[in-house]
């Protein structure tokens, strides 16, 4: 990424711990005209740092680097009374000859975080104990410009890092490699072969073998037997099925083989290791309620309701026995995965619970006819705190089975792919749009908040709520039904219309979605209701078709 081109002119520099400060507007309040290039550039110093821009809430990390635009708005906070926060406020020119023209802002991810080292950071702002923790319009002009000269060395590790990601996922030998990595990962119970998974990446067997050892310090035959009997391990602790049932179930067809690859595996043969794996020990967390709950260390039988734990559990490899699937299980992308899963209802139906025998309960939600000590008397009950964004929510499922490693490696990969879907739509949209996404269910017309296509939209690609949705996000409401003559007052400069796919084939019949297709002064996109789930599976593969769903005629 080249900032050559570009004239960096520092206004402002300040560093403050956050409970000194929680600004309405950032900088950019009472911002005239002249100002419209006005960036700020946001750096954690510490942990525990929560960022809102725009009402959206960005969980900061030591070292996290991130440019607000003019246009936004931005708040913080943090439960960490000394947590520090460095910001730069500056303006942007593109140098064309001897002409310095405004540029709303250095070609960077905005409003998305720049995940630094936080060594690289410090060695860059050196030591500012001559710096006032207030704002620094006194700075001399010589210290104004070593700090200038920091801004942009700073900017110049954000391109870095943005260059470093797109080598990474723009090797195409590599990157064919790694979609066959995920592909045996969702289809290890299936007859693979080394020949096949080599023709789906358009390489010779002995290329793929050795690319694929290369990245997963595996043979792929060798990975694909680890990634069975790992599934077995859950098996055999999680079922009474026969190992038989259980062999074919993860993709063996010969009995004794897998006991012999379980063997070489685990040390132990499958139903040796079924009797000696007991759980012992217990660990002590809080739920959103507030109550002290003793989870069973190394619990793999846990029964969930499904909404906001469901996908979550299963990118940590950790597959519920049993959970509320009655309505999910046509409608979300991972319907295959949910085979095994024993349906409990709409809802935690105790009485089905009781009947599976769980170690843990983890439930999103709690209905009001459920009886909160009737399942805490079947196993320990956690009751997730429903603000929990994504990212916030994954670690916290994660911390709770042991699977945390497994959580910031999903979070690293998906903000790899942010900036990767970034950057092919460079061209298609501005970041700063407002945008709203509307949903088409049945005879029923609702506005989304900040949940589903919403939050992806928002949080990853840069998108500004409309004023109509930001105040539903400030009100803390994921989405409200609305009648068709409302459906201008919440448009933005985008609309994203979520229905059925028989629906979108028949547009002009739908009443509704034909009047969406007119929202005045806006560009509207069609898109299949099935990408309005907010859990990683759905999160992860939406970045996926992203490009086709702008590159899509729009209405």
Known sequence: M????????????????????????????????????????????????RLYVDNIAIDLRQGSCILVLPVQRY?????????????????????EGMTLNPVAHPPLLCGYPYNLLISQVNRVLGNEAWISYQCCSSLSTSEMAMMQGRLQLILGLMAQFDEQVSQLQNNEKINLVQQTVQYMEQHYDEGLTVEKLANMAGMVRWQYSQKFKIMTGKKPNDYLVQLRINHAKELLCNSTETLGKISRQIGFKDEYYFSRCFHKLTGHIPREYENIHLRT?????????????????????????????????????????????????????????????????????????????????????????????????????VILDSKFRLFERLRYI?????????????ITRYEHKVRLVRRQLADAYVAGETAAVYLKFGTKLY?????????????????????????????GQAWIEIQQHQMNHYAGDRNFVLASRQELQTVAHCPHIAALADLSNSKTHFVDNIWNYDDPITRGQLLEVLPYIFNKKIK
């Open 281 to 381: 020990g217990q660990r002590t967390v809080i739920d959103s309620f507030g109550r002290k709950i003793h989870v069973p260390k190394d619990t793999t039988r846990i029964v969930t309701d499904g909404k906001f734990t469901l996908g979550e559990l299963l990118v940590l490899a950790m597959p519920p026995i049993g959970a509320a699937i009655s309505i999910m299980k046509d409608n979300v992308l991972y319907h295959n995965k949910l085979r095994n899963i024993h349906n409990i209802g709409h809802w935690a139906d105790p009485d089905k619970i009781v009947q599976l025998q769980p170690e843990l309960l983890l439930l999103s939600y709690v209905h009001p006819e459920q009886d909160l000590q009737k399942l805490d008397a079947i196993a320990p009950t």
């Open 2 to 49: 080249n900032l050559a081109p570009l004239y960096i002119r520092l206004q402002h520099y300040d560093r403050f711990q956050v409970d000194q400060i929680i600004p309405a507007n950032g900088h950019n309040e009472g911002m005239n005209d002249n100002e419209t290039n006005l960036c700020t550039l946001l750096i954690a110093l510490s942990h525990g740092i």
């Open 75 to 95: 708040t913080m906070e943090s439960s960490n009374k000394e947590a520090q926060l460095a910001r730069f406020t500056f303006e942007t020119f593109k140098v």
């Open 447 to 475: 506005i989304m908040g900040q949940s589903g296509l919403a939050a992806t939209l928002y949080e990853s690609l840069g998108f500004r709520p409309s004023a109509n949705v930001m105040h539903l996000i400030e009100q």
């Open 398 to 410: 994660a911390k709770l089975v042991e699977r945390s490693k497994a959580a910031d490696k999903w």
